[in-house]
């Protein structure tokens, strides 16, 4: 069993920067992947970023590359959402996510098998 807690979601500024935080609690995940997904009104969730916990390799969607960043930090068992130069477009409900079964690094929904409750972020324009 795995909880997910994510923190950190608000109101900001276009061009501004938030992080997100996401607490895993449960058993040990030093095999597992974790990533963040986002979900919009009406919209489809769709992947953001992705860390495998052991290696620190990373993987982002070509919607964020370059303007948000992920890393986990060890001691605290959470990994992190580095969110800059947001944009109106990136509002949505950002929800974190494990990958138990494989560790597996990529984008695809059906991979992860733990989810939080989500946090909301919207960019004001």
């Known amino acids: 069993q795995v909880q997910l807690v994510e923190s950190g979601g608000g109101l900001v500024q276009a061009g501004g920067s938030l992080r997100l935080s996401c607490a895993a609690s449960?058993?040990?995940?030093?095999?597992?992947?974790m990533g963040w997904f986002r979900q919009a009104p009406g919209k489809e969730r769709e992947f953001v970023a992705a860390?495998?916990?052991?290696?620190?390799?990373?993987y982002f969607a070509d919607s964020v590359k370059g303007r948000f960043a992920i890393s986990r930090d060890n001691a605290k068992n959470t990994v992190y959402l580095q969110m800059n130069s947001v944009k109106p477009e990136d509002t949505a409900v950002y929800y974190c996510?494990?990958?138990?079964?494989?560790?597996?690094?990529?984008?695809?929904?059906?991979?992860?098998?733990?989810w939080g409750q989500g946090t909301q972020v919207t960019v004001s324009s």
């Open positions: 449960g058993r040990s995940f030093s095999t597992y992947t």
């Open positions: 860390i495998r916990w052991s290696s620190g390799d990373t």
């Open positions: 996510a494990v990958d138990s079964k494989r560790g597996r690094l990529g984008p695809k929904i059906d991979w992860y098998d733990y």
